[in-house]
């Protein structure tokens, strides 16, 4: 029996940090073992907000390298551009005719940026481009495109799935029959927050976070930044109340969360040598990746073969669906 198809898009927006890492990269990797998995690079949604072309260069190839050095394999997983693929756009234009504009008022992402505006006195259409406005009919024909049974995505993108759904189902109604595959969101519920150097949940609007490949120096540096309280290196101290612990726990092994527990209970130990612990596990882990992380980039040719092979990929299977659709919906007298 085939697999069912899991497919998740990545917006380029700069290098992720070790929440993305826990909560997003690894789960999505891990579905690939069960599941026919397709990663693509979400140029264009990106496009909204990124118009400096070297910028939007740059965070493609930072986010495909990060995927990459994290143990997406290419041999195994499909993964591609989005703006290798046009048929997307062919898709967003033919969505475009069964989706109801007051579908989009509720978009999220719209209704924030709205929000926003009359906050701050401005008009209601400040700042909104219709690229913002239609995001999730492209974010549809990214799905619908490639019959995706499953998007593993974070909770913010629940409501842009069941958009898909409600598009989906209006072209099979109206065509009676089942063109497009309904998808599901797939939300891996056993992720844990992740905090950041405050306590607080790991967010780049929290300015708070720990970029996954930064250069060992730097990691060492923000690993000294996270707030602890001012006991002296003599008292015992709670690692259950600690913002450096609740990130070791994370990244060591049971023996070493126990073994370092032990030397914070039994006082003597300063937040210098804990911070220092925490290093040392991140820094083991992140290290292979990290190396494998500065290849890719120390030769962007390799991340271009990669993306375009995936891409040949990904428009063979887009284009025979485009077809098939062309042909249902009166498009097929070419
Ligand atoms: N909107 C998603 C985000 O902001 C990215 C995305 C674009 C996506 N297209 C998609 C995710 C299709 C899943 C499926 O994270």
């Not at 911070?275 to 040719?301: G, H, Q, T, W």
Request: proline share 5%; charged share 25%; net charge neutral.
């Amino acid at each position: 029996m085939s697999k069912e198809i899991a497919l998740t898009g990545i917006k380029p927006t700069g290098m992720p940090h070790l929440g993305n890492y826990l909560g997003a990269i690894k789960p999505a990797l891990a579905l690939a073992e069960s599941y026919e998995a397709r990663f693509f690079i979400a140029d264009y949604h990106s496009l909204n907000t990124i118009k400096n072309p070297e910028d939007l260069r740059n965070y493609t190839y930072e986010i495909a390298a990060c995927w990459l050095a994290c143990g997406l394999d290419p041999e195994k997983v499909l993964i591609y551009r989005q703006s290798d693929v046009p048929e997307t756009f062919e898709l967003t234009t033919m969505i475009m005719a069964f989706t109801s504009k007051g579908l989009m008022n509720r978009a999220h992402a719209y209704k924030a940026q709205v929000d926003q505006n009359r906050a701050k006195g401005k008009p209601e259409d400040h700042n909104v481009n219709m690229g913002l406005f239609t995001y999730p009919v492209l974010m549809a024909a990214d799905i619908l495109l490639f019959d995706a049974n499953y998007v593993p995505v974070g909770k913010d993108q629940v409501q842009h799935i069941e958009m898909a759904v409600d598009i989906a189902q209006a072209v099979n109604r109206n065509y009676k029959q089942e063109l497009l595959t309904l998808p599901k969101p797939f939300v891996s519920e056993s992720t844990q927050v992740v905090i950041g150097s405050d306590g607080r949940k790991m967010s780049k609007s929290y300015d708070n976070t720990i970029p996954l490949f930064i250069p060992e120096k730097k990691l060492k540096k923000l690993c000294n930044k996270i707030i602890t309280n001012s006991q002296t290196v003599e008292e015992p101290k709670d690692p259950d109340n600690c913002n450096v612990f609740t990130l070791y726990k994370l990244f060591a092994t049971d023996a070493q969360q126990a073994a370092l527990a032990a030397r914070y209970r039994a006082g003597g130990m300063g937040w210098g040598e804990a911070k220092a612990e925490l290093f040392n596990v991140l820094n083991a882990k992140i290290s292979p990746m990290r190396e494998r992380y500065n290849e890719l980039m120390a030769d962007k040719s390799s991340i271009d073969k990669i993306l375009s092979d995936g891409g040949v990929k990904a428009r063979e299977l887009a284009a025979a669906k485009i077809k098939s659709l062309r042909k249902v919906m009166g498009f097929d007298f070419l």
